[in-house]
Structure formats: C-alpha cells, structure tokens
C-alpha cells in the first residue's frame, strides 16, 4: 500500500468524492454551521465588552464630575478651620462691643457662606461626639478616662468631612478608655 503513485491517490480521492457526494457536502455544511456558531458567540463576547467599556466609562465621567473639587474642598477644609477658631476665640464682651460688632458679623457671614457653599457641593461634617469610634470616618488620637462606654468618642480636635459618600478628612477625636 505504500508504493502508491500520485496519480492513483488523486484518482482514488476522486472515486471517494464521487461516491459519496452527500457525505461531503452534510461534512462541509456542518463546519460551516461550526464556524458560524464561532463568529456569533465571537460577537456575543464583542458586543458584551463594548457595552461593559461604556458603562465603565459613563461611571468614570460621573465620578470625575462629582469628585472633581476633591482636592480643592480639602485645602479650603483648613481655610473653613482656621475661621471656625477664629470665631470661637472672641469673647463674648467683644461680641456685643460697637468697635468690633461689625467684624464679628463679617466673620460670622463668612463662616455661614462657607458652610452653604459646602453644602451645595456635598460637603458635610462627620458626626463624632458621643459617637462610636468608626475608623473609616474617625482617627483616634488619644485614649481618655471617663465615665463614657470605651471606644466612644468623648473630644472632637478637629471635625472630619465627607465628600458625598467618600471620607475627604477624618474626624481627629479623643476615645473612651475602659476602666483599668
């Protein structure tokens, strides 16, 4: 069987061929039914991919336009601090004195104005007195003695802030200690 010439093997292909027509071409239908399936599932997965790029980029554009003033909004934090101090260390006899009425009003507006502009843009203070200690909104940064349940928070050194549903600073707050 090995010594058969070319022109035989091509003869006996034909002879194949002829014989069975049908065989042939139910083979050559069902690779192409194969393939076809192929290329709809390859467009399945396509399709599936763009879509998922899309919306991965829709989420990405709306996260940008909501967090865009995060870092600003950090660094006005300090400014707003600063006011809040500024504010809380008038004594009461130069609130109602005429020479310094005029400024305590200016400050007291501006702090007003401060805290509707973070307001609008979703700005809020985190919620820390009498709280429980929540380390993805509050930073500990000291252990006191008191009569309080441990882990609440009894001193607030700094207010934290949210931006929407993100932590922008961390509320800077002295916990309850236990009994010893």
């Given at each position: 069987?090995?010594?058969?010439?070319?022109?035989?093997?091509?003869?006996l292909?034909?002879?194949?061929?002829?014989?069975?027509?049908?065989?042939?071409?139910?083979?050559?239908?069902?690779?192409?039914?194969?393939?076809?399936?192929?290329?709809?599932?390859?467009?399945?997965?396509?399709?599936?991919?763009?879509?998922?790029?899309?919306?991965?980029?829709?989420?990405e554009?709306?996260?940008?336009?909501?967090?865009?003033?995060?870092?600003?909004?950090?660094?006005?934090?300090s400014?707003?601090?600063?006011?809040?101090?500024?504010?809380?260390?008038?004594?009461?006899?130069?609130?109602?004195?005429?020479?310094?009425?005029?400024?305590?009003?200016?400050?007291?507006?501006?702090?007003?104005?401060?805290?509707?502009?973070?307001?609008?843009?979703?700005?809020?203070?985190?919620?820390?007195?009498g709280?429980?200690?929540?380390?993805?909104?509050?930073?500990?940064?000291?252990?006191?003695?008191?009569?309080?349940?441990?882990?609440?928070?009894?001193?607030?050194?700094?207010?934290?802030?949210?931006?929407?549903?993100?932590?922008?600073?961390?509320?800077?707050?002295?916990?309850?200690?236990?009994p010893?």
């Amino acid at each position: 069987m090995d010594d058969i010439s070319p022109t035989d093997a091509e003869a006996l292909r034909e002879e194949t061929a002829q014989a069975s027509p049908e065989l042939a071409e139910h083979d050559r239908a069902a690779q192409l039914e194969g393939e076809l399936a192929e290329a709809r599932q390859a467009t399945l997965y396509a399709q599936a991919e763009v879509q998922n790029v899309r919306r991965r980029a829709e989420k990405e554009a709306v996260d940008a336009r909501t967090y865009a003033a995060t870092a600003f909004a950090r660094d006005i934090l300090s400014v707003a601090d600063n006011l809040a101090r500024a504010l809380q260390s008038i004594p009461e006899e130069l609130r109602g004195d005429d020479k310094f009425k005029g400024l305590v009003v200016g400050l007291d507006a501006t702090g007003r104005e401060i805290e509707s502009v973070f307001q609008r843009h979703g700005i809020t203070k985190i919620a820390a007195m009498g709280e429980p200690l929540d380390p993805n909104r509050h930073q500990a940064m000291l252990e006191m003695p008191s009569d309080a349940a441990p882990g609440t928070i009894i001193q607030e050194m700094q207010t934290g802030y949210m931006i929407r549903d993100r932590l922008l600073r961390p509320a800077m707050v002295g916990v309850a200690r236990g009994p010893e």
